[in-house]
């Protein structure tokens, strides 16, 4: 079946510099892929996701960009908020509305 | 924006007793989902429904699993009877449709505590 994979659990970082959150995935088929980010007391939501025209999502200054090569939808960002301390959710789709989700990772900005 | 409310946000219960776990759904939206998170493990997906039925489920669908809408209310979860592994937070999702891009919104979930 379908996988996918964020390597890390926990990112630490200080407040301006870059992000990268990896996710990668397993599918049979051509999935969607999708970056949901839960705050602190808040339901997840979705952040952002894949196009079937290749074009790169972005949103909130966080983009991702589908590599069908390497089967990868890292999220990126230039420089980091406090306010992008949270939980990110990778997530792929290839039939219906059901979601696979990754592990998760935890993202702390430390000022 | 559309919000989902979960019902309640955290239920504790003993082993082998029912329990109904609520959610209140996107008013014009058509299917809805259950996940389920072991603490410290992904989220994993449980049901949907469509039209008063279940679509499609996985294997951690247990037959002690139901789900239902009566009368477009809440859609729930019913666990009878609920066993220790079903401890997690279950999250309840609802979309306009079912399509492989569709955007899910999520409720906060509800830690569910088997003692």
């Known amino acids: 079946g379908d996988s996918v994979t964020q390597t890390e659990g926990l990112v630490t970082l200080t407040e301006g510099l870059p992000v990268m959150l990896n996710c990668t995935y397993q599918s049979t088929y051509s999935p969607f892929l999708f970056w949901y980010v839960q705050h602190l007391n808040e339901a997840p939501k979705l952040l952002l996701k894949?196009?079937?025209?290749?074009k790169r999502p972005e949103h909130q200054g966080f983009h991702a960009t589908l590599h069908k090569s390497s089967s990868s939808f890292h999220l990126q960002k230039s420089s980091a908020q406090l306010s992008d301390s949270a939980l990110y959710y990778c997530a792929s789709n290839n039939a219906g509305a059901k979601l696979t989700f990754g592990g998760g990772t935890r993202l702390t900005v430390r000022p | 924006g559309p919000k989902v409310l979960q019902i309640p946000s955290h239920q504790i219960i003993d082993m082998g007793q029912m329990v109904t776990l609520n959610c209140d759904p996107v008013s014009n939206h058509l299917y809805f989902y259950w996940y389920k998170q072991i603490l410290g493990q992904q989220m994993e997906f449980l049901v949907n429904?469509?039209?008063?039925?279940?679509?499609?489920k996985s294997k951690l669908f247990k037959d002690q699993f139901s789900v239902e809408r009566p009368d477009g209310s809440y859609f729930t979860l019913k666990i009878q009877p609920t066993a220790l592994e079903d401890s997690a937070v279950y999250f309840c999702a609802s979309s306009l449709r079912s399509i492989s891009n569709e955007r899910l919104f999520f409720g906060h979930g509800t830690k569910l505590s088997v003692l």
């Open positions: 429904f469509y039209n008063g039925k279940v679509m499609e």
């Open positions: 894949s196009f079937t025209d290749n």
